[in-house]
């Protein structure tokens, strides 16, 4: 019997979609995720050696490693078809050691979208695995180690055990820190708005803004100023000076990137990037459907290009043809210019199959609710693309009178174009703010009768916070990290808590401000933007073959440790002032008290240490409001600490006593339950998490679980452990692998 040929993929759901497709003279299997990575218990870097990584297997990797081995002695080809970006080049380079004996039958193939054709064309067109891409990730790994596996451990002996420092996280959250600084300093400047209603003779009334006084722009600080115009606005003889139409074309958005699909559909879904992240994986990797099987519904969803294939652009043609007919088909198909920073190695986020048996309405029973949304947003985005601009007519009405200019606009729909299927920003088909619309057959030079007059008085409102949204965007533009990087980004300083979510605003804490002021004092160069984004340039030119691993290692390393260096001999000093004077005595030697961080937050603990080991909670917070409304009176909730820790209670509290256990936002795991896991607390006080459905189900666990999907077994979430040896890490429930949360970041 002939010798089957091996296919190795990352995901097991990718191996079910993709041996469908290739049928019996192949075998699939998956190596879930890395097998071999830099060790968990030391550096694993040699310096000396060229920064020479120390890769070992990962433990609890054995058995599937052993399970290719053995796959690969009895294949007569090999074709490693990990995930089509540098981190799959890696994973596909290290599985090609672990298989050294067969290197001559070992092919890479990628896999851009997860359909027959996709898949047919890739195995048609093998390669040999590109060391250059697999150099370039190495040097974002080994970078991320140096830096997390160096200052880390500075910060623990400055605050506590347990923190982390990444090269791209600490960016993030300096960008968030320096917003906040921002809003702090911020002084609003006050300025007064004068509206009116006027009524031309042969017309409905309608709501015009002074814009110029003596033609300059109008700016009106204080109250008397602005009464002192109102009355010249009164005193005036109005008249329609000019109405002015213009047609208006608006085309549509580009296809999807990484980046903008996270940012959309964080502002529009209200997902986390992480979460966006993982539907999409799940849509990429393939969805069970009746009578078709396990089908892959987009196309990679990590890339930075806005580029179609003309197979794609083919068929969207012809679906927007059948579906809405030639008013809304273009003649040739739109095309988009991607980012100069782009890589471009992928196509831009779109459907697989483009027909009307795989709308989102069509395919809506077969998947879960956020599936849904996300496809459907991903499809409506794509299919918008290539139908017309949206036409709009806008009419500007300017009213004069004496030294004064008021003026307002509407817009009218006249085509829909691509708004039919996609659109972001409601037009207001001609209506103002208020809510009227513009009067027909305004005539200029009409005199208008003043019927009502306004001021308001207005403040300068500060820079707004970072939504996970707007905070993409911002780490896009400024050339930071990569698109499949940033939702591990602010899950990590989220779970570092460096910030939390305030109305899903991203907002500093004081840990996070503490953090970044030793880092920003420390390594100004390291966590600087322009510095960030040249080391990203820096591993693109490693992929083009423009510079050297070494080169780039040596570069960076350099002013790295000499910033280590001078940081260690301040050490003592920079802890010093970091601790707070308490104001308060020791009881038990009579020491001062001071102010210090923990793993739980600040506290006061004896200046006698380690003499004295006395410590004293500090003095109980104000509540802190959240955007969780009370089931029993529609107020806000606020997180409360009593003495069995934080809680949930209302602010209308002492009239409505309702309170809540703190979720941690992980789904209970239990088949068929649609409960949350919260926290809750024992009879004697011990901290635990249960379901929010108890008694209906009895899921709990005493170790605090967190919205880290297992890399191993793929498991929903891992447990977060503490121990004084290891720090903070992460624990699988199902399968027992554990992660350092510093690994799970870099990962």
Not at 16 to 40: M, R
Not at 307 to 322: D, G, P, T
Request: hydrophobic residues 30%; proline residues 5%; aromatic residues 8%.
């Amino acid at each position: 019997m002939a010798q089957k040929s091996l296919v190795i993929v990352e995901s097991p759901a990718k191996a079910k979609t993709i041996n469908k497709y290739l049928g019996k003279d192949f075998t699939v299997a998956a190596s879930v995720g890395h097998i071999i990575d830099l060790p968990k218990s030391k550096f694993g870097v040699s310096i000396e050696e060229g920064f020479k990584p120390q890769y070992i297997k990962i433990r609890g990797k054995e058995k599937i490693i052993k399970e290719l081995q053995n796959k690969a002695e009895k294949s007569s080809q090999i074709y490693i078809a990990t995930d089509p970006d540098r981190e799959g080049e890696a994973i596909a380079y290290h599985i090609s050691t672990l298989l050294d004996s067969h290197a001559n039958n070992v092919h890479r193939v990628e896999f851009n979208e997860i359909t027959q054709n996709a898949v047919d064309s890739a195995m048609r067109q093998p390669r040999k695995i590109d060391l250059n891409r697999v150099y370039s990730q190495q040097a974002r790994r080994v970078v991320d180690r140096i830096v997390g596996y160096k200052i880390s451990p500075v910060l623990w002996d400055m605050l506590y055990r347990g923190l982390s420092a990444g090269r791209v996280q600490s960016v993030a959250l300096r960008l968030i820190c320096e917003r906040e600084n921002e809003i702090r300093q911020f002084v609003p400047q006050e300025y007064w708005v004068i509206t009116a209603d006027v009524k031309p003779e042969t017309t409905d009334a309608f709501n015009v803004k002074l814009v110029k006084i003596n033609n300059r722009r109008v700016k009106i600080n204080n109250k008397e100023e602005a009464e002192k115009h109102r009355e010249g606005i009164r005193a005036a003889s109005l008249y329609i000076d000019s109405v002015k139409k213009k047609s208006l074309k608006r085309q549509p958005p580009p296809p999807f990137t990484t980046s903008t699909m996270q940012q959309t559909a964080s502002r529009f879904l209200r997902m986390s990037t992480k979460r966006i992240m993982s539907i999409a994986q799940s849509l990429y990797e393939g969805v069970e459907l009746p009578d078709k099987g396990s089908v892959g519904l987009i196309t990679y969803m990590r890339t930075d290009s806005t580029r179609i294939s003309n197979e794609a652009l083919k068929a969207v043609h012809q679906f927007i043809h059948q579906s809405y007919g030639d008013p809304y088909t273009l003649d040739k198909s739109r095309y988009y210019r991607s980012k100069k920073s782009a890589q471009d190695a992928h196509e831009a986020i779109r459907p697989t199959y483009i027909s009307a048996a795989f709308s989102p309405e069509q395919l809506k029973q077969h998947l879960k609710r956020d599936q849904f949304r996300l496809y459907e947003l991903i499809w409506k985005r794509f299919i918008a693309c290539q139908m017309p601009a949206a036409e709009y007519e806008k009419t500007t009405v300017t009213v004069k009178g004496h030294i004064y200019e008021l003026s307002t606009e509407g817009e009218v729909l006249t085509f829909d174009g691509f708004s039919k299927m996609y659109n972001e920003a409601q037009n207001n088909n001609g209506a103002l703010k208020d809510g009227k619309q513009l009067p027909a057959n305004l005539v200029e030079n009409d005199a208008c009768r003043l019927l009502k007059i306004d001021m308001e008085q207005n403040f300068t409102s500060p820079p707004p916070r970072f939504t996970e949204s707007t905070l993409v965007k911002e780490l896009d533009n400024l050339g930071i990290g990569r698109p499949s990087t940033y939702a591990q980004i602010v899950s990590t300083i989220l779970q570092r808590k460096y910030v939390q979510l305030e109305d899903r605003k991203l907002k500093t804490t004081e840990l996070g401000e503490t953090v970044n002021q030793i880092l920003v004092n420390s390594f100004p160069e390291l966590i600087d933007v322009s510095f960030t984004a040249k080391m990203e340039d820096q591993l693109d030119n490693i992929a083009r073959e423009t510079v050297t691993y070494e080169e780039v290692m040596q570069e960076f390393y350099q002013p790295f440790e000499k910033a280590m260096h001078d940081l260690k001999s301040r050490k003592a000093e920079i802890k010093e002032n970091l601790q707070e004077d308490a104001d308060e005595t020791c009881e038990k030697c009579g020491r001062p008290m001071v102010i210090k961080w923990g793993r739980n937050g600040k506290f006061m603990a004896c200046s006698g240490f380690p003499e004295c080991r006395n410590t004293k909670p500090l003095e109980e917070e104000e509540p802190q409001e959240t955007d969780e409304i009370c089931d029993k009176c529609g107020s806000h909730m606020v997180i409360k600490s009593g003495r069995f820790g934080k809680f949930l209670a209302c602010s209308n509290y002492p009239k409505c006593k309702n309170t809540k256990p703190l979720t941690t936002g992980v789904s209970c795991p239990k088949e068929g339950c649609d409960g949350e896991i919260v926290e809750r607390r024992s009879k004697r006080g011990k901290l635990f998490y249960g379901c929010s459905n108890y008694p209906k189900c009895d899921f709990l666990s005493w170790d605090k679980p967190v919205n880290v999907k297992c890399p191993e077994c793929g498991h929903p979430f891992m447990v977060e452990k503490f121990t004084k040896s290891k720090g903070h890490f992460f624990r699988c429930t199902n399968c027992k692998h554990e992660k350092t949360a510093e690994t799970i970041e870099q990962d």
